[in-house]
């Protein structure tokens, strides 16, 4: 098996497990809001930090998977670690979210929430060097393709 | 090697950067504010971030103690064309869009017609203000929230119904006796930050407040540096993380309890001041926090007064006390706090037994206080929290720490409230002093208490009797109350004592509260008590008239014109 196929299927493996993992945190978020469990409805910051932990949970494994397909045969001699940085990102990013929404002081967040910027660094970090490598491997191939 | 170096270079950058804001952030909370100078920012701003506080204040009538008429939902009275009529001057309330207005006749000849401005109150009754020039007046009809019906304000406050009442024709000035000035009197206690701005000169009113009603801002003092500083993420988990004080804003409690009883009794304790026309002309310097002594002093029952005569200056306050100076109105519960040894001696404040965020907004009494003793017994009188134990020392089964310790002697809204001066009921010294105590408040019958002190006492006496005799604890007999009730509703000369006598009744049998008003002329009043005796289907023993003809020739008619 290749590198790239390595990385394509690390990527498979956390985003689609990620993916399952936040679209049930969903349903348990939509069963909360049907029988309406006080403990969530009551406390708006609380809902709306573990909402932001499923869109960002559900948006970030699509991004990982995408990542997986469209970004891994971007690099070919190596990815710098943004690979990783995306995986620990994609799980830091939503974690955080839902953590933080736990025993918090009135008007904001637990401090958990500062990883939330740490996470997203490294999100686009990875987004950056794919974005990079892109434009990197379309001046390569240009002449080739010519 | 180069990307660890550059990791690890940013990590300790970041670190670095970090460290120096959280020393910033910690040498700016170490930093004493003065918050006199301060500009406020309005409750608004404050729920930001504190969501929860900001939603139990919302649920106070602090929150509703003056609104702006136009405000969707401010106004409670049913302007809906009924009208109220009173010694000969009929008042309608009608709507108009969005204008509320009363217009006033007498004969079918109008004496003015007024839009109402704003509201003041929204918990017992509603008063309304109407702007004329500069100022705002309070009009001579509220709004009884309990009864929904139109009163006026000569029954909301202990005075004699107005000659000419009989004849239906009292004069103007009687009917205006109540309309007061909002700029240099209501303002001060219910709104944020008031400034009557007085120019002493013209004797033009500039009035602004900071917000109107009970804001956040009334006892946390001024927020804008609050506000502003914590836009600091920094700031706010610095202080999330730690048990300082911010600077920037005052918390109640963490007030020691002599400066926490200073914030409410700048409200609930009527004050003086050595410079009114500075009171006047900048408002009240207090912010929470403050010693309330440094600008003002508390009434009490011998305050001299410092300009006029002497018999201008002296015993102008002595009808608001009961003779042993314990107060008798609302707005002195400060006082009584610190007549009362659990103050003095225990460090008892306000807010061990009201919360202002928690609790029924009816008296805002924090929940442990409402359902039991835990209050009292829980703190400095630990050997009653035997159950068995504190009836003994009561020596009755069903009563709590309050009815015997804060006896409903006091009066205010069209009611009778608990006495805030926490003392042992002593009966003989109680009699002595013309107060009603504890025991007699529910031994009504004992030593002719209920005839004696309810029809022949002062006017306080008369409404502290009133009211308890339709209170449920009563010992005393349901028909020699309900007799004595409906001899005063008939007979009493004092509006506001009626309406409790009514209210009593009420308490006792169940009628509709339409059925009889305490602001009409005597003859219609004998005739509704006829008609109301023909709907009690139970015994009613009534005091014989010889009885009550030597009865009233003994009462006292003090006229106390505060106490609304």
């Given at each position: 098996?290749?590198?790239?196929?390595?990385?394509?299927?690390?990527?498979?493996?956390?985003?689609?497990?990620?993916?399952?993992?936040?679209?049930?945190?969903?349903?348990?978020?939509?069963?909360?809001?049907?029988?309406?469990?006080?403990?969530?409805?009551?406390?708006?910051?609380?809902?709306?930090?573990?909402?932001?932990?499923?869109?960002?949970?559900?948006?970030?494994?699509?991004?990982?998977?995408?990542?997986?397909?469209?970004?891994?045969?971007?690099?070919?001699?190596?990815?710098?670690?943004?690979m990783?940085?995306?995986?620990?990102?994609?799980?830091?990013?939503?974690?955080?979210?839902?953590?933080?929404?736990?025993?918090?002081p009135?008007?904001?967040?637990?401090?958990?929430?500062w990883?939330?910027?740490?996470?997203?660094?490294?999100?686009?970090?990875?987004?950056a060097?794919?974005?990079?490598?892109?434009?990197?491997?379309?001046?390569?191939?240009?002449?080739?393709?010519? | 090697?180069?990307?660890?170096?550059?990791?690890?270079?940013?990590?300790?950058?970041?670190?670095?950067?970090?460290?120096?804001?959280?020393?910033?952030?910690?040498?700016?909370?170490?930093?004493?504010?003065?918050?006199?100078?301060?500009?406020?920012?309005?409750?608004?701003?404050?729920?930001?971030?504190?969501?929860?506080?900001?939603?139990?204040?919302?649920?106070?009538?602090?929150?509703?103690?003056?609104?702006?008429?136009?405000?969707?939902?401010?106004?409670?009275?049913?302007?809906?064309?009924?009208?109220?009529?009173?010694?000969?001057?009929?008042?309608?309330?009608?709507?108009?869009?969005?204008?509320?207005?009363?217009?006033?006749?007498?004969?079918?000849e109008?004496?003015?017609?007024?839009?109402?401005?704003?509201?003041?109150?929204?918990?017992?009754?509603?008063?309304?203000?109407?702007?004329?020039?500069?100022?705002?007046?309070?009009?001579?009809?509220?709004?009884?929230?309990?009864?929904?019906?139109?009163?006026?304000?000569?029954?909301?406050?202990?005075?004699?119904?107005?000659?000419?009442?009989?004849?239906?024709?009292?004069?103007?000035?009687d009917?205006?006796?109540?309309?007061?000035?909002?700029?240099?009197?209501?303002?001060?206690?219910?709104?944020?930050?008031?400034?009557?701005?007085l120019?002493p000169?013209?004797?033009?009113?500039?009035?602004?407040?900071?917000?109107?009603?009970?804001?956040?801002?009334?006892?946390?003092?001024?927020?804008?540096?609050h506000?502003?500083?914590?836009?600091?993420?920094?700031?706010?988990?610095?202080?999330?993380?730690?048990?300082?004080?911010?600077?920037?804003?005052?918390?109640p409690?963490?007030?020691?309890?002599?400066?926490?009883?200073?914030?409410?009794?700048?409200c609930?304790?009527?004050?003086?001041?050595?410079?009114?026309?500075?009171?006047?002309?900048?408002?009240?310097?207090?912010?929470?926090?403050?010693?309330?002594?440094?600008?003002?002093?508390?009434?009490?029952?011998?305050?001299v007064?410092?300009?006029?005569?002497?018999?201008?200056?002296?015993?102008?306050?002595?009808?608001?006390?009961?003779?042993?100076?314990?107060?008798?109105?609302?707005?002195?519960?400060?006082?009584g706090?610190?007549?009362?040894?659990?103050?003095?001696?225990?460090a008892?404040?306000?807010?061990?037994?009201?919360?202002?965020?928690d609790?029924?907004?009816?008296?805002?009494?924090?929940?442990?206080?409402?359902?039991?003793?835990?209050?009292?017994?829980?703190?400095?009188?630990?050997?009653?929290?035997?159950?068995?134990?504190?009836?003994?020392?009561?020596?009755?089964?069903d009563?709590?720490?309050?009815?015997?310790?804060?006896?409903?002697?006091?009066?205010?809204?069209?009611?009778?409230?608990?006495?805030?001066?926490?003392?042992?009921?002593?009966?003989?010294?109680?009699?002595?002093a013309?107060?009603?105590?504890a025991?007699?408040?529910?031994?009504?019958?004992?030593?002719?208490?209920?005839?004696?002190?309810?029809?022949?006492?002062?006017?306080?006496?008369?409404?502290?009797?009133?009211?308890?005799?339709?209170?449920?604890?009563?010992?005393?007999?349901?028909?020699?109350?309900?007799?004595?009730?409906?001899?005063?509703?008939?007979?009493?000369?004092?509006?506001?004592?009626?309406?409790?006598?009514?209210?009593?009744?009420?308490?006792l049998?169940?009628?509709?509260?339409?059925?009889?008003t305490?602001?009409?002329?005597r003859?219609?009043?004998?005739?509704?008590?006829?008609?109301?005796?023909a709907?009690?289907?139970?015994?009613?023993?009534?005091?014989?008239?010889?009885?009550?003809?030597?009865?009233?020739?003994?009462?006292?008619?003090?006229?106390?014109?505060?106490?609304?």
């Amino acid at each position: 098996m290749t590198l790239q196929e390595r990385r394509r299927r690390a990527c498979r493996r956390v985003g689609w497990t990620a993916l399952l993992a936040w679209a049930l945190f969903g349903l348990a978020l939509e069963a909360m809001h049907g029988f309406k469990i006080g403990a969530y409805l009551d406390d708006a910051l609380a809902r709306e930090l573990l909402v932001l932990a499923h869109a960002h949970g559900v948006g970030l494994s699509l991004v990982v998977l995408v990542f997986g397909e469209a970004g891994t045969p971007l690099f070919d001699h190596g990815d710098h670690g943004a690979m990783r940085a995306l995986h620990i990102g994609a799980l830091i990013v939503p974690l955080a979210f839902a953590l933080s929404s736990i025993a918090h002081p009135e008007g904001d967040p637990n401090v958990i929430v500062w990883l939330v910027p740490i996470g997203a660094v490294l999100v686009i970090y990875a987004i950056a060097r794919a974005a990079l490598a892109s434009w990197r491997q379309g001046s390569s191939t240009k002449p080739q393709d010519s | 090697m180069r990307q660890r170096l550059a990791i690890a270079v940013i990590v300790l950058g970041g670190a670095a950067i970090a460290g120096l804001a959280a020393r910033g952030v910690a040498s700016d909370l170490a930093t004493p504010r003065d918050l006199h100078e301060r500009e406020y920012v309005g409750s608004g701003e404050c729920r930001r971030c504190h969501p929860v506080h900001h939603e139990s204040w919302s649920r106070t009538f602090h929150r509703t103690m003056t609104q702006d008429a136009r405000t969707p939902g401010a106004v409670l009275g049913a302007f809906d064309g009924r009208s109220v009529e009173y010694g000969g001057i009929t008042s309608r309330m009608e709507r108009d869009g969005e204008r509320f207005v009363i217009t006033s006749e007498r004969d079918g000849e109008a004496i003015d017609e007024v839009e109402i401005d704003r509201t003041v109150g929204s918990h017992r009754y509603q008063q309304y203000l109407a702007r004329r020039g500069d100022a705002w007046w309070r009009l001579p009809i509220a709004w009884d929230v309990a009864e929904q019906r139109f009163v006026h304000m000569n029954a909301a406050f202990l005075t004699a119904d107005p000659e000419g009442l009989e004849e239906g024709a009292i004069a103007l000035a009687d009917h205006r006796r109540h309309v007061t000035r909002w700029n240099d009197n209501c303002v001060f206690c219910h709104n944020v930050a008031p400034d009557p701005g007085l120019d002493p000169v013209t004797q033009r009113f500039t009035t602004e407040v900071a917000e109107l009603g009970i804001g956040c801002e009334a006892c946390h003092g001024p927020g804008s540096e609050h506000v502003a500083r914590n836009r600091d993420p920094l700031r706010r988990y610095v202080l999330h993380g730690s048990d300082e004080p911010d600077p920037t804003i005052v918390s109640p409690a963490r007030l020691d309890p002599a400066r926490r009883a200073d914030l409410c009794g700048r409200c609930h304790g009527q004050r003086i001041t050595d410079d009114v026309d500075a009171f006047l002309a900048h408002g009240d310097p207090f912010v929470p926090g403050d010693d309330l002594a440094l600008y003002s002093s508390p009434l009490w029952h011998d305050t001299v007064l410092s300009e006029g005569t002497l018999a201008e200056r002296e015993g102008v306050f002595a009808a608001r006390f009961w003779g042993d100076g314990t107060p008798r109105l609302t707005a002195y519960e400060y006082q009584g706090l610190l007549q009362s040894r659990c103050a003095s001696e225990g460090a008892l404040t306000c807010t061990d037994c009201h919360g202002m965020h928690d609790g029924d907004p009816r008296g805002q009494l924090r929940p442990s206080v409402r359902e039991g003793d835990a209050m009292c017994a829980g703190a400095c009188h630990a050997e009653l929290v035997d159950r068995a134990a504190a009836q003994q020392h009561a020596r009755h089964e069903d009563v709590r720490c309050v009815d015997c310790h804060m006896p409903r002697i006091v009066y205010g809204v069209r009611d009778v409230h608990r006495s805030h001066r926490i003392d042992v009921p002593r009966p003989v010294e109680d009699a002595e002093a013309g107060r009603a105590d504890a025991c007699t408040l529910c031994h009504l019958e004992r030593d002719d208490s209920l005839l004696t002190t309810g029809v022949g006492g002062d006017p306080v006496q008369r409404a502290v009797i009133a009211a308890a005799a339709g209170r449920e604890e009563s010992a005393t007999p349901r028909s020699m109350r309900l007799g004595a009730l409906l001899a005063t509703m008939r007979d009493d000369s004092y509006p506001a004592i009626r309406h409790l006598a009514w209210r009593s009744v009420r308490a006792l049998v169940p009628l509709d509260a339409s059925a009889f008003t305490a602001t009409d002329p005597r003859d219609a009043r004998i005739a509704a008590v006829a008609r109301i005796e023909a709907m009690i289907d139970e015994p009613i023993d009534a005091p014989s008239p010889e009885q009550l003809a030597s009865l009233r020739a003994r009462a006292r008619d003090v006229a106390i014109e505060i106490g609304e």
